[in-house]
C-alpha cells in the first residue's frame, strides 16, 4: 500500500506558522517584562530609594496628623464637620489635579515636576506647623483648607512624576518597582499614626502641630 508523501506547500506554511507563533511570543515576553533580568546599576539604586523615601515621608506626613490634630482643631472652635474638611481637601485636589499633572508631564519635563512637587509640598508641610498661631473658628478651618489644598498640589505633582520617573528607569520591571513603591506609601500610612501619636504624647500637646514639619 502507497502512503502519499508530504506536500511541499503544506510544510512550508507551517514553517510559515510556526516562525510568526515564535515572534509573537517574544513580542508578549517583553511587553510583559519577562525579558532577561539585568542589575540595577548605581543610579537606577539611589534613584529608588530617593523615589522610596520621599513616598514614606508623604504618606507619613498625611496620615501623622490623624491622632491629634481632630482634638486641636476643636479647641479653635471647628466643627467636626470641617476637621474632615481639612482631611479630605488634600485627597481631592490630588484627585482632580493628577489627570492636568498627568498631560503636562510632557512639556514640563518628570524631574522638574518631581523636585516642584517636593518644593510645593514641603513648604505648605511647614507652614501648617504653624497653624496653632491662627486666630480660631472659620479663619483657622479656611487656612488649614488652603495649606492642605495646595500641598495636595504639589504631592500630586510629586506622585505624577514618580510613576514616570519609575517607568523611565525600570522599563523591564516597572510592575516590581511600583508595587515596591506602593508598599512604601502603605507603610507610610500605618507608621504615621504611630508617631504622630507617640510625639503628641511625648510632648504634652504643647508643639504637636510641628511633629509634620519634623518628618
Not at 38 to 66: D, E, I
Not at 160 to 165: E, L
Not at 194 to 203: F, N
Amino acid at each position: 500500500m502507497n502512503v502519499p508523501a508530504p506536500l511541499k506547500g503544506a510544510t512550508a506554511t507551517e514553517d510559515e506558522t510556526s516562525r510568526e507563533l515564535q515572534e509573537i511570543c517574544q513580542n508578549v515576553d517583553q511587553n510583559t517584562g519577562t525579558t532577561k533580568k539585568q542589575k540595577w546599576n548605581r543610579v537606577q539604586k539611589m534613584t529608588l530609594m530617593t523615589l522610596a523615601l520621599v513616598n514614606f515621608s508623604a504618606s507619613a506626613c498625611f496620615a501623622l496628623q490623624a491622632p491629634f490634630f481632630p482634638r486641636e482643631a476643636e479647641k479653635k472652635g471647628a466643627s467636626h464637620t470641617a476637621i474632615g474638611m481639612v482631611f479630605g481637601a488634600f485627597s481631592f485636589v490630588i484627585l482632580i489635579s493628577s489627570l492636568i499633572f498627568g498631560k503636562l508631564i510632557t512639556r514640563v519635563g518628570a524631574k522638574f515636576m518631581f523636585c516642584c512637587g517636593l518644593f510645593v509640598g514641603g513648604n505648605c508641610t511647614i507652614m501648617f506647623g504653624f497653624m496653632d498661631l491662627c486666630p480660631g473658628g472659620w479663619v483657622f478651618v479656611g487656612m488649614c483648607i488652603a495649606v492642605r489644598s495646595v500641598e495636595g498640589l504639589g504631592c500630586s505633582m510629586a506622585i505624577t512624576a514618580n510613576s514616570a520617573i519609575v517607568a523611565s528607569l525600570f522599563p523591564g520591571e516597572v510592575g516590581l518597582v511600583m508595587g515596591f513603591m506602593e508598599a512604601t506609601f502603605s507603610l507610610g500610612l500605618t507608621v504615621g499614626p504611630v508617631i504622630g501619636g507617640s510625639l503628641y504624647e511625648a510632648s504634652k500637646c504643647t508643639c504637636s502641630y510641628y511633629h509634620p514639619v519634623v518628618i
